[in-house]
């Protein structure tokens, strides 16, 4: 599966929590803590690929690995999600192949879902308030139609203008934040 | 925690199965299906480590990395070990990474435990079959004491003679086997 998502930027998630609470289902809240580590011997910056522990409020531990982008529109990647059962063995496990630790990010996140898509209200400290909409697809050639289907909805529904769109991942946000 | 074990190649597991039923409590039998990966820039040969995905015969999946051996006497690694949801999904991560299949081994394994030991009888198919006495512990210098521990024991219990030892590993006898 291919996941596609645009991500904006925002000055406030208070009147994006009303336009979204009317029109899309409330899934929950989740505190988010993401721990992101480069290859021991690749650039991740260089290949744009991500290896991530994410530990959640409840205690779920998930490790990502997320391809390079794909496709002209959007932030189309391979992701592969891991659920594992402790987050100091899965820390332990990549840091003994040789991986860092390059950057943590906290976010409160809102998640909501409407039609196909997945919409999250992003509080992430000092680097904003963001909202993401997302949906997955089967094949690559699916994902530049989805892309431009998720930017009509995010300007017609959601009154988020392409100007908004903040293309760096969160991990680039904070090491850029970092200098 | 230190993984402590020894090994001992025997001619046949019948004989053994008598006498480690007359002592020890039987946990179960196991099937399992281990697939060693190499690290994508470490030769784990010459290092002596190991990435592991083991599937069980109940479908439970396992993640386990191994560190060099330690201590003189037995065979005493780091072990980490990740319970993981998914066979294929933990594959494709270690894939993805650069990590490469190098070998892959079924055996049937059945598992007793007594006093502070926990042994196998493996049945290991083409590299024959295998007694391993086992035994965790808390830091490395109790490793060679422990080792010396369950050499007495596995030749004053099991009848096993220290000649029986095979030192290498299964991923090795499988490396050795192939050419």
Do not use: W
């Not at 998502?5 to 406030?12: F, G, L, P, R």
């Amino acid at each position: 599966m291919f996941e596609v998502e645009i991500k904006y930027k925002v000055s406030s998630l208070a009147d994006l929590r009303k336009v979204v609470s009317g029109i899309a289902n409330p899934l929950g809240v989740s505190e988010e803590e993401d721990h992101y580590f480069n290859h021991p011997c690749r650039d991740f910056a260089a290949t744009d690929e991500a290896v991530r522990i994410r530990l959640h409020g409840d205690g779920e531990v998930i490790i990502t690995y997320k391809g390079p982008r794909l496709g002209s529109v959007g932030k189309t990647r391979v992701e592969i999600n891991i659920k594992v059962d402790g987050f100091n063995n899965a820390v332990d496990f990549l840091r003994r192949l040789g991986f860092s630790e390059v950057a943590s990010i906290r976010k409160r996140r809102e998640i909501y879902t409407v039609d196909k898509y997945t919409i999250y209200l992003d509080d992430a400290g000092d680097l904003g308030s963001f909202v993401e909409v997302e949906t997955m697809v089967s094949s690559e050639q699916l994902t530049d139609a989805m892309a431009k289907d998720i930017l009509r909805f995010s300007e017609e529904k959601l009154g988020l203008s392409p100007s908004q769109i903040e293309p760096r991942t969160y991990l680039e946000l904070a090491m850029e934040n970092r200098r």
